[in-house]
């Protein structure tokens, strides 16, 4: 079998030998038309005819896995990829550190192993249902490649899970895949199994900052979990995160090019004052104090995501070696965690303390620290930017302690500097730290639609260069009429 | 790079550096290079020039296109200047440039197109080893040469559903020295819709380096009319008229001057222009040459095949010539691929000398089907395409060039 080029001759491309697998074959042929349903139904509403400029793995290794071409998404070849399998490798943490890398699951924590699967699967889909009524205001041809993009790939992810579940689960892992289709992003009686995957996402903004900040946490997830001793998780996110990465481009530039776009209008306007909000608003473009409310939000739903900073579950998962921390081969550790403590932010007698925790518990807390240095980076991108024009503005990440609904600090209002408040103090204040009505519509008021190649709205600055280093006005998508 | 090895000034090379301003820092890059040659620290992404062997594993992965960032230099930028910095920093003031192959183009924008155009070779391809050295940007957008149209003939028939021309541009008093092979950019007068100069288009010479005819200053192109503005431009031209040239480009897509060595030539529709260079080169030089010639061209029917009359007086001992017809009503659909595969055991033959050199030109569609028939050809010889392709490459004897 050759595991790097993706076998075209079955109804799923794949890499992983289904054509000497039939039994997965027809269990994933029989899945596929509930897919494609849920796709037509749930998927990028107005476009399911329109040619889209996309990206397609031909295989897993570098000179093939992006390969551009013309496609109408429901035609987009949905594959299960996994990267090379390493000759050797090794369960790399936890209590079996230094055993050969499981190929099978372990009996053990077949239901650890399951839910985990099942967690991280289960936001794949939702994000195509949040995302699905914004082709209709795209603000660029370019940007709704980038959204259909991220839309097939986020399906394509869904596959990836779903693989696993009916490979190496029988038949809960069968039944699991069925509950994939059906729960829905935002449902009274079958949501997403997380809250940011239920949050609309009503604007081109809110895109952006999602795939920023909770795609970012997605990225985490898929690290720590391409770290995992069972070596078929691990090497299907693996994969995964080399189109995650797309995804991070996405909301970084696009938050970015906002950004840019706001301040070049002010600049040209005259308009000195950013807090001016009304007449940076009558320029046509989003105010920064309206940005960073956005980001207060985002940031803070995403951090939600990370679960309990001190957490039994997440322990339980790394000494079984099935969930790592981010790079965890990369640390210099006994990579047991046995006897090390982790700092972890605690709500302590009314105030936010640093409290030291077994590092073994405390491994969300961890992962959110690594989360959060990363989303910092791009922020310091964003200021950079902020700074070049000369604006007096700088964005920037509210405190942990903000905004939270699980955690530590889940019962507490707080600033988004992190001073603890009374509920009055917030319910007065809340409007000027996230999103509120009138924000959100003028924002919306905003999301006109562009479609002519090249030309972008006004609130948006043009991307520095192309997608596959195609020109300025390349016709990123052809819309059916 | 410290003193010892400091280059003197005729060696210039090719840094690849990654764009501050675009990268989103997701690590794939570093994941992906097989010689460990990218890095970061806290800000930036970085390339180490001592490392990088520009196999260009990395450009098609990055999701950005910050990774595909080149400069000419003398002396590379380090680490840690490339830690520091916010944005690139312009591409230094080059006027001398011998090239020894690695610089196709000082011009990004061209650069960019002739390293998409050379993509399908599969890695970094090199000029043949006999070829001679071919000059490189000595007109550029700012400081174009200007030619003048000495003639624009139609080379389909009439009732064909293309329209391509050979068109004539004469360089005068101007030094303007091509090798087969290489392009030339023509950048149409005017602006674009969004008020900006057109971007250059790029067309291979189709004329032989001592001219259209022997001992002139100019060279002939094959140019296609397309929906775009520049080949609508170049299509229309009329004999007097002048246009704006840059170039000569392009460094690698070069015929070996070795008498001995085989040149087999794939292509389809425009894609012809080089190897008409190729042919006419050595019909002029030493038409009794040891090495073989093949052509294998594609059309839809005779009457769309560029310079379909001139390439039967060919003689077929200096080019043997193989042509494939996909809408000729009546006839089962062949492509150049059906072609090579007829000629399968002569291929062979000539895949097993490390003589041959391959060209492959024309539309990117052709790319797969080439390429297969290659594999099948070998596995039916008991070659390993894979291997071969990959050593032929890095011997300077495989060239793709499509678009």
Redesign the interface.
């Known amino acids: 079998m050759d595991i790097v080029n993706v076998d075209y001759s079955t109804k799923i491309p794949n890499n992983v030998g289904l054509t000497e697998d039939r039994r997965i074959l027809r269990a994933l042929e029989s899945w596929h038309p509930g897919y494609l349903d849920w796709w037509m139904d749930m998927g990028p509403e107005g476009f399911q005819e329109s040619l889209v400029y996309l990206r397609t793995a031909v295989s897993v290794d ?2 093939g ?2 390969k551009f071409d013309y496609v109408r998404m429901p035609e987009y070849r949905w594959g299960i990829l996994l990267a090379p399998q390493e000759e050797g490798r090794k369960v790399n943490f936890g209590q079996h550190l230094g055993e050969p890398a499981w190929q099978e699951v372990p009996g053990e924590y077949r239901a650890m192993l399951r839910r985990l699967i099942v967690i991280q699967g289960d936001t794949e889909p939702a994000s195509v249902e949040q995302q699905r009524h914004l082709g209709a205001t795209a603000p660029s041809l370019y940007d709704m490649r980038n959204l259909f993009q991220v839309n097939v790939e986020e399906g394509r992810h869904l596959w990836a899970m779903v693989y696993l579940l009916h490979k190496y689960f029988g038949r809960d892992g069968r039944d699991e895949a069925e509950e994939l289709l059906r729960r829905r992003s935002g449902s009274e009686d079958a949501p997403r199994m997380l809250g940011a995957f239920n949050e609309e996402t009503p604007d081109w903004l809110s895109f952006f900052m999602f795939t920023f900040f909770t795609d970012r946490d997605g990225k985490m997830q898929l690290e720590s979990l391409a770290q995992s001793g069972f070596d078929p998780l691990s090497r299907t996110c693996r994969f995964m ?2 189109e ?3 995804h ?2 996405v909301g ?2 696009g938050v970015g090019r906002t950004v840019q776009r706001t301040c070049e209008a002010m600049k040209q306007a005259g308009v000195s004052d950013p807090y001016d909000v009304e007449k940076v608003r009558s320029l046509g473009v989003i105010d920064l104090p309206t940005i960073q409310k956005k980001l207060n939000l985002h940031y803070t739903l995403s951090l939600d995501l990370f679960g309990s900073e001190v957490s039994t579950n997440a322990a339980n998962a790394y000494n079984a070696g099935l969930k790592g921390r981010f790079m965890e081969t990369k640390i210099d550790d006994d990579h047991r965690l046995e006897h090390a403590t982790y700092p972890v932010l605690k709500f302590v007698d009314g105030a936010v303390k640093r409290v030291d925790e077994p590092a073994l518990t405390a491994l969300n807390m961890r992962l959110r620290d690594d989360y959060t240095d ?1 989303c910092a ?2 922020v310091d ?1 964003w200021n ?1 930017v902020i700074d070049k024009i000369g604006i007096p503005f700088r964005l920037e990440l509210p405190h942990v302690a903000f905004h939270r609904q699980i955690g530590e600090f889940r019962n507490v209002y707080a600033t988004p500097k992190g001073d603890v408040i009374d509920e009055a103090t917030w319910q007065r204040e809340k409007d000027n730290w996230l999103p509120s009505k009138a924000d959100g519509d003028f924002i919306v008021e905003l999301m006109k639609p562009v479609s002519e190649p ?1 030309k972008f709205a006004n609130w948006i600055a043009s991307p ?4 596959d ?1 195609k ?3 390349f016709e990123y998508v052809k819309i059916a009429a | 790079m410290d003193a010892t090895t400091a280059p003197t000034q005729a060696e210039l090379r090719k840094q690849h550096l990654i764009d501050p301003e675009i990268c989103i820092r997701c690590n794939t890059c570093e994941e992906t290079c097989p010689v460990d040659a990218v890095t970061h620290d806290s800000a930036n992404y970085v390339v180490d020039a001592s490392k990088c062997n520009f196999c260009l594993d990395c450009i098609q992965p990055c999701p950005t296109g910050a990774i595909d960032n080149w400069r000419i230099i003398q002396q590379a930028y380090s680490l840690e200047e490339q830690f520091s910095w916010t944005e690139l920093p312009p591409q230094e003031e080059i006027s001398v440039v011998p090239t020894d192959g690695s610089i196709e183009a000082l011009d990004q924008e061209v650069d960019a197109m002739l390293a998409d155009a050379h993509a399908g070779a599969g890695g970094k391809s090199l000029a043949p080893v006999s070829a001679a050295k071919p000059s490189v940007n000595l007109y550029t957008r700012t400081k174009p040469a200007v030619a003048t149209v000495k003639g624009n003939y139609r080379l389909t028939a009439a009732d064909a559903e293309n329209d391509v021309r050979h068109v004539i541009l004469d360089f005068g008093d101007t030094p303007f020295p091509v090798l087969e092979g290489q392009s030339i950019g023509v950048v149409p007068p005017g602006l674009d819709a969004a008020g900006k100069p057109h971007h250059v288009r790029l067309y291979s010479v189709a004329s032989a380096r001592d001219g259209e005819k022997p001992h002139t200053n100019n060279l002939a192109l094959t140019v296609k009319r397309g929906p775009g503005v520049g080949s609508n431009f170049v299509c229309n031209l009329q004999k007097g008229d002048k246009v704006e040239v840059t170039g000569p480009f392009g460094a690698t897509f070069l015929m070996p001057n070795d008498p001995e060595a085989n040149i087999v030539m794939i292509c389809t529709g425009t894609g012809s222009a080089p190897f008409r260079g190729f042919t006419e080169r050595r019909r002029r030089t030493m038409p009794d040459a040891p090495g073989r010639m093949m052509l294998f061209f594609g059309a839809r029917r005779p009457e769309e095949l560029p310079y379909f009359g001139p390439l039967q007086k060919v003689p077929d001992r200096l080019l043997a010539k193989y042509l494939a017809y996909s809408r000729v009503p009546g006839q089962r659909k062949t492509y150049v691929q059906d072609r090579m595969r007829e000629k399968a055991g002569e291929l062979a033959a000539l895949l097993r000398s490390a003589k041959t050199h391959v060209y492959v030109c024309g539309l990117r569609t052709m790319e797969i089907g080439v390429d297969e028939s290659f594999a099948a050809i070998c596995s039916e010889a008991g070659l390993d395409w894979a291997a071969l392709r990959a050593d032929m490459r890095a011997s300077g004897r495989y060239h793709v060039e499509t678009y």
Do not use: Q, Y
Not at chain 1, 464 to 467: D, H, L, P, R
């Open positions: 570098p000179k896995w992006a995160l080399t995650e990465a797309h991070m481009f970084e530039t990363d980076r791009g991108r950079k090249g520095k260069v192309g997608i280093n020109p300025g006005d």
